[in-house]
């Protein structure tokens, strides 16, 4: 991938921006209006997913242009780099090979010499080993109790994945096991976490890929104080990790027998299929867990099979460049139509936006154009009475991704679910068409009132469409999304693989967390931290004012 602003040297850049310029005032009207085969032509399968993206502001010149563009930037190529092994995170020196948690047997994928796959699947074979125990009653904690339930520690990646993919998949959870999760500093989120659960039957799972996170290990601290007055000093039975730094693990107290690897060359938003989700296959269980592999797998062996004008995640990333870079879209909603996907949004919101908010280019000089946009959102139909009057009616266009499930997971006498779906339908095709004035009119609407009862329309919209909420299917949509934002990343020359812009803010929280705790010394910090500093010493009514 060359290393360049592809805003100042590219001729595919410019020839999109003269084919945008051109086709400025061309309506998704007038776009369906002249083309009877649009809605049928521009969507394809993806594994098991129908993917539409024929609301959107396209034509085939366009996505034939955007290929242009993809070849130029060098992006399959990147992709490739990625899913050989190759050091593609330029700014740690490593590679980003979550492709590698979900290779099947027998590939043989090399990073430094060492066929990683081997060490994954080993893994894997522990990580089952244990949830089998623990799910057939057989594993003891130190009273000689059965463990029943499970608390996994984490934050960002090593919590957002296995909360989300748990919450989606909690139809196929087991019966007799409480799986839950905690990940906020604030100590009411693990007090709700360990709430009505027993120590002597309780497992913690400490995810953490360093073991140095603060968040989790303050969290981790509190948890073991809590078993050890449960069970005693002794609580290694009752505590796991999933981590690279093994030896810190057992520093802390944690039997090797329960400390499974997480390899340092996943980043923590890809770690869903590494022994971070442990939490997800101790619920689910692991065959259901290796479905969950296999649909990832599915993606993955689309990605790397297909040419781009047919290659759905690396179609989806274009179109986040093609939103962002040329027709100025800043966010980016994301409305599953399935209640068990709430946490899908937030999943999202780390995934795509710790990958893409960079602002300068691999080799370190800064972008002359935007990156990333902010992703948010929430399920449908509840986001239809929440945001949904800015999407129809607001002044910003905003590109949103619809997403729905054709056979439900419950569905209460056949009274729910053709409902929810014509929901998803109706408000993509209301988006992109909306209602004129005159149409208004002829409902009724007093001339008075016309104004506020037109809809602009022209609002772009994805839908993605599933057969089932499935782990198969799960797996799919989260390497869907994986596989995109990288596509948009490489297509921009920035790495989506690094996160620097979150290390700032904690460093200084370490010295400000000394500061809050012992006043006897100086305040450095701007007028207004200082402030804020001493107004919460007071608060908290301790010296040192």
Request: glycine share 10%; with cysteine.
């Amino acid at each position: 991938m060359t290393e360049v602003d592809p805003t100042e040297t590219s001729r595919a850049w410019s020839a999109l921006t003269a084919h945008r310029d051109a086709r400025a005032d061309v309506t998704l009207r007038e776009l369906f209006a002249g083309d009877d085969d649009r809605g049928e032509r521009l969507a394809l399968a993806v594994g098991d997913l129908w993917v539409d993206i024929s609301k959107q502001p396209v034509t085939d010149d366009t996505l034939g242009l955007l290929a242009d563009l993809a070849d130029e930037r060098g992006m399959p190529g990147f992709m490739e780099r990625m899913m050989a092994g190759e050091p593609v995170n330029s700014t740690e020196g490593r590679a980003a090979l979550h492709t590698a948690l979900r290779a099947p047997h027998g590939t043989t994928i090399q990073v430094d010499g060492t066929d990683v796959v081997h060490g994954v699947h080993d893994t894997l074979g522990r990580m089952a080993d244990l949830v089998d125990r623990l799910r057939s009653g057989r594993l003891l904690g130190a009273t000689g109790r059965p463990v029943s339930a499970l608390v996994s520690l984490g934050i960002g990646g090593s919590y957002l994945g296995p909360a989300m993919a748990t919450g989606a998949l909690a139809h196929q959870a087991h019966p007799d096991l409480d799986v839950r999760f905690a990940s906020n500093l604030d100590g009411a989120d693990i007090t709700a976490a360990l709430r009505g659960l027993d120590p002597t039957t309780t497992l913690v799972l400490i995810c953490s890929k360093t073991f140095t996170t603060a968040e989790t290990m303050v969290a981790a601290e509190s948890a073991r104080a809590w078993l050890a007055d449960g069970v005693g000093t002794d609580v290694s039975a009752h505590l796991a990790a999933a981590t690279t730094a093994s030896g810190r693990a057992a520093a802390f107290g944690i039997d090797p027998a329960l400390t499974f690897s997480v390899p340092d060359w996943v980043g923590g938003r890809f770690s869903l299929p590494s022994a971070v989700g442990l939490g997800l296959m101790a619920s689910i269980g692991p065959d259901a867990f290796g479905d969950l592999l296999a649909g990832m797998r599915a993606i993955d062996e689309h990605l790397a099979a297909t040419p781009v004008s047919s290659n759905g995640p690396m179609l989806l990333g274009l179109l986040d460049v093609w939103h962002r870079s040329f027709l100025g879209a800043s966010s980016l909603a994301v409305v599953p139509y399935s209640s068990q996907l709430g946490l899908f949004p937030a999943y999202l919101q780390q995934l795509m936006m710790e990958s893409l908010g960079k602002r300068v280019l691999m080799d370190g000089s800064a972008v002359t154009g935007d990156t990333g946009a902010v992703v948010w959102g929430a399920p449908g139909t509840d986001g239809q009475h929440a945001f949904f009057q800015l999407l129809h009616q607001g002044t910003e266009p905003v590109p949103c991704d619809l997403i729905g499930v054709a056979r439900p997971v419950a569905d209460p006498r056949q009274a729910h679910h053709d409902g929810l779906i014509a929901n998803l339908f109706a408000q993509a095709e209301a988006l992109a068409f909306g209602l004129t004035t005159d149409e208004a009119a002829t409902t009724g609407v007093p001339p008075d009132l016309l104004a506020h009862r037109t809809f602009p329309g022209n609002r772009p919209t994805t839908v993605i469409l599933a057969p089932e909420l499935s782990p198969s299917v799960l797996g799919q949509l989260v390497a869907l999304y994986e596989h995109r934002t990288v596509a948009a990343a490489a297509v921009w020359g920035i790495n989506p693989f690094d996160q620097w812009g979150v290390e700032l803010g904690k460093s200084l929280a370490r010295r400000i967390t000394d500061e809050l705790v012992d006043g006897s010394g100086p305040l450095a910090h701007d007028t207004s931290t200082n402030s804020l500093i001493r107004r919460y010493r007071r608060l908290r009514g301790r010296s040192g004012e």
